[in-house]
């Protein structure tokens, strides 16, 4: 029976992955195993951002990228670019973060979860590759402390970031699309998720053909299932009272489990997008092959095949696979 | 001062006397040629590489433009925002300089992150030209030009976004070469507008360009732009290759209406001492020089809106501690920048804002690409190109100062090259007023060695370098 979706909910993620199996970061050659170090300890002048120094693309950062642009069943774009996205922030050394604007590495895929009337397909938007920021750090509380400190280990540790369309109906769908990701990005390796500040997610939600607002600082699974529950109803209750929702970002307090506004459409950025003149396009499709025959069997095609090689039955297939672990040890 | 007699010098007084009397040249000549000087460090590191010396630049005292990185010696880039700011490492031209035995003694005047064609946008004032006092050395690496004119140093580095080398060289009377981009790492040059800018060497004569501009070229890794391309155009010039046969384009842009007579008898002169030389000669037209200009200022402004964000105060540099972080960054920045930098951020900013960056900024692209266009159809029939510098000799201090756009409007003839990428080297070719006026040689991509055997030439046949500056 196909899902109804009364409220037509609509949701698309954009998640930030740190691609921290790679040793190196995105730009340098600053160690990404900061976890625990004293701050300021894994540093040079290009992730510092001192004045004349120059990134280099970390090469393994790239055949990483395309490993999961592969295995989201996305294109991979022969030629890909990085630009400058600018905005004032103090976690952020050049005063712009190096990502992807135009011509990101990856490119209209899908995945396909199991959704709430069976088989779902989810498309993804694209993947592109960019620099974590530093970390702030702050004395006591947010709001509370007199002074904050800048870490900048995390600076440039290398992220992804894969957008999806607004394919997902439920914070179900959502939930089980996340562990789908996570369950593939376990397979191909590049990423511990399991490291605090691995993963982050921003949701964009919308209801009835109603204004979107996008949910950010969402840190775990869990909390994703949690902040879209709250804003569904949120949004519900407003129209319910014959109000309209704003068109806004919306930031999701962890610790009481609601979503508060921190800007509307017209105090939104201009990023003033610009290709990077540091970085010169790369040509990735001799790359790409390469990286196809080293791409590990996934979990879907696991699956299938522990059902038909070892007759396993697809509902016990599907536990054994969803872990790493375990589909090695049944291996 | 050439490099062949400094090193005699080297040999013959030793190390300490040269660096004395280069510091007490310095001190005589007052043209405010360095923000910072260090013969102290410059003395302790030249005496630790006494020995193992086999470099080709060993022992040679050498002035480095204040906006490349040079490890333990305050960088200013000739601004306040970057007062007492130390860089924990050395540019890669500065290693390669060092490793040859150059011996730096200190950071450069220049306009303010080289934005301007004078040097007096510096927050550590003007320069004086040595060849009158009054005048502007030309910019932004005046204080380099100056200094290698007025004999304080017998090579200095520059660089070169829109004529920044090639300025100051022919309102100084000196040689400056812009290579090729890509040419020369960019590692440890702070950025203005990376796109168009290279590092470029000074010297009195092109024999110390080209051994200059060996020294610190060639691919570098750190610089993702860099080109695996090696130069020796040392030996270009040694060899008995002279300029026959060769075929020079005039481009007829390049003698616009504010080019002065005695600029343009006097690089006809030059044409035509090349066509004794048994080189041809053809007018050509290069129809988009026109909108060079303005395609140059709103990529290098929109580049340097960005560049320039970097500055708030928190790591390095100036900074006002005042309330919280967004007023002491704005403030910092406020009290920090001059107007002419502050100028150029607003409207790179504009440039690059939604709605206006494809009217200007993709737009300016554009205008790049048939800029480039112009060289690739030119560089089809001709070995190298030929013209004025700069369209007239060095002006008067503040006569231009308060009219930007009478400043920008100097830049014609130099910014189309960087818009190219092409190298350009600018040398003395006459005087007006005993003001030097400077010949470009223009060559295509990684021709160097082209435009550096030329000027070579037209050098010994001419005694337009030997002449010294009046005002020293």
Excluded at chain 1, 30 to 38: K, L
Excluded at chain 2, 19 to 44: M, P, Q, V, W, Y
Excluded at chain 2, 282 to 290: D, N, W
Excluded at chain 2, 446 to 466: G, M, V, Y
Aim: glycine share 10%.
């Amino acid at each position: 029976m196909a899902y109804e979706n009364r409220d037509r909910v609509k949701i698309g993620l954009e998640i930030h992955v740190q691609l921290n199996r790679l040793k190196t970061k995105i730009f340098c050659g600053c160690t990404t195993n900061y976890h625990g170090d004293p701050p300021n300890t894994h540093v040079c002048p290009v992730c510092l951002g001192l004045p004349g120094a120059l990134p280099v693309v970390n090469r393994r950062a790239v055949e990483y990228a395309i490993r999961v642009g592969l295995a989201l069943n996305c294109g991979i774009n022969e030629h890909t670019q990085f630009y400058r996205k600018n905005y004032y922030y103090p976690d952020l050394p050049r005063g712009f973060q190096i990502t992807q604007y135009d011509y990101p590495i990856a490119q209209q895929g899908h995945v396909t979860i199991e959704g709430e009337d069976g088989e779902h397909m989810v498309r993804i938007n694209r993947a592109h590759m960019e620099e974590d920021p530093g970390r702030l750090v702050h004395e006591g509380t947010i709001d509370r402390s007199k002074y904050t400190l800048v870490d900048y280990n995390r600076s440039g540790i290398p992220l992804l970031e894969i957008v999806t369309e607004p394919d997902l109906r439920s914070p179900k769908e959502a939930r089980r699309f996340l562990d789908k990701l996570r369950n593939i990005l376990e397979y191909l390796g590049v990423s511990d998720l399991d490291l605090e500040g691995s993963v982050r997610v921003d949701a964009n939600v919308s209801i009835m053909d109603g204004n979107r607002t996008e949910v950010k600082n969402i840190s775990s699974y869990k909390g994703a299932e949690k902040a879209l529950l709250y804003e569904i109803v949120r949004q519900k209750n407003l129209i319910r009272r014959g109000k309209t929702v704003t068109q806004e970002t919306r930031h999701f307090d962890e610790a009481r489990e609601i979503t508060v506004s921190i800007r509307t459409k017209e105090e939104a950025h201009d990023y003033r997008y610009f290709p990077e003149p540091d970085l010169v396009p790369l040509r990735v499709r001799d790359w790409v092959a390469k990286v196809k025959e080293e791409l590990p069997e996934l979990p879907d095609a696991r699956k299938e095949r522990f059902m038909t090689e070892y007759g396993v039955k697809a509902e016990h297939a599907k536990t054994l696979t969803g872990q790493l672990k375990l589909a090695q040890k049944k291996q | 001062m050439s490099i062949d007699r400094v090193r005699e010098l080297v040999d013959s007084v030793g190390i300490e006397e040269v660096l004395h009397r280069c510091s007490e040249r310095i001190e005589e000549n007052k043209l405010n040629t360095f923000i910072t000087t260090d013969f102290e460090g410059a003395l302790t590191r030249a005496r630790k590489r006494d020995g193992n010396g086999g470099g080709r630049l060993q022992g040679v005292p050498v002035g480095v433009k204040d906006n490349i990185s040079t490890r333990g010696i305050q960088t200013t880039c000739g601004s306040r925002i970057l007062t007492g700011y130390v860089p924990p490492y050395d540019a890669c031209v500065v290693e390669r300089l060092k490793a040859e035995g150059a011996v730096i003694i200190g950071k450069t005047n220049m306009d303010e992150f080289a934005m301007g064609t004078s040097t007096e946008t510096s927050y550590y004032g003007s320069v004086r030209n040595p060849w009158g006092r009054e005048r502007v050395p030309g910019g932004s690496s005046g204080g380099s030009s100056a200094a290698v004119a007025g004999g304080e140093v017998p090579i200095a580095l520059g660089s070169d976004t829109g004529g920044s080398v090639r300025c100051p060289a022919s309102f100084c009377g000196v040689v400056g070469l812009k290579p090729t981009y890509g040419g020369v790492s960019r590692y440890g040059l702070i950025s203005y507008a990376n796109s168009l800018e290279q590092i470029g060497p000074i010297a009195t004569s092109v024999g110390d360009v080209a051994l200059l501009f060996d020294a610190i070229g060639g691919y570098d890794r750190r610089d993702s732009t860099s080109a695996e391309h090696e130069f020796d155009t040392s030996s270009a010039l040694d060899s008995d290759v002279g300029v026959e046969g060769m075929r020079i384009g005039v481009p007829d842009e390049y003698f616009g209406e504010g080019t002065s007579g005695a600029v343009r008898d006097s690089v006809w002169n030059a044409i035509h001492t090349f066509e004794d030389l048994g080189a041809t000669y053809e007018i050509v037209s290069m129809p988009h020089t026109r909108y060079a200009l303005a395609a140059y200022y709103v990529i290098a402004m929109s580049e340097a809106s960005s560049n320039l964000a970097r500055f708030d105060g928190l790591r390095y540099g100036y900074r006002v501690e005042e309330g919280d972080w967004h007023t002491s960054f704005s403030r910092t920045r406020r009290e920090g920048f001059g107007e002419e930098v502050k100028r150029r951020i607003l409207l790179g900013t504009y440039a690059l804002s939604a709605g206006y960056h494809d009217k200007y900024y993709l737009k300016a692209l554009k205008v790049r690409t048939l800029v480039k266009r112009d060289f690739e159809t030119a560089f089809k029939s001709c070995d190298l190109l030929l013209a004025p510098t700069m369209p007239y000799p060095a002006f008067k201090l503040g006569e231009k100062i308060d009219d930007p756009l009478s400043l920008y409007l100097s830049d014609v003839n130099t910014v189309p090259i960087n818009l190219a990428g092409v190298p350009a080297i600018s040398l003395p070719c006459g005087f007006e007023d005993d003001l030097p006026i400077g010949l470009q040689l223009i060559g295509n991509f990684f021709c160097e060695p082209t435009i550096l055997r030329a000027a070579h030439c037209f050098e010994q046949s001419t005694d337009f370098h030997k002449r010294k500056p009046g005002d020293v």
